[in-house]
């Protein structure tokens, strides 16, 4: 019982890490550093 306890206390540990890594916030490419092409490819 115990060990499983821990191993649920990790996973819940290492998810939470995981998670909070990053960067938060919309993602996004700047249009003047690289422009779109804007005709249709058909």
Do not use: W
């Not at 499983?4 to 003047?32: A, D, H």
């Amino acid at each position: 019982m115990q060990k499983n306890t821990v191993r649920i206390l990790l996973f819940l540990s290492i998810c939470f890490v995981l998670n909070s890594c990053g960067t938060k916030g919309p993602l996004y490419i700047p249009e003047q550093q690289y422009p779109q092409d804007t005709r249709a490819n058909n």
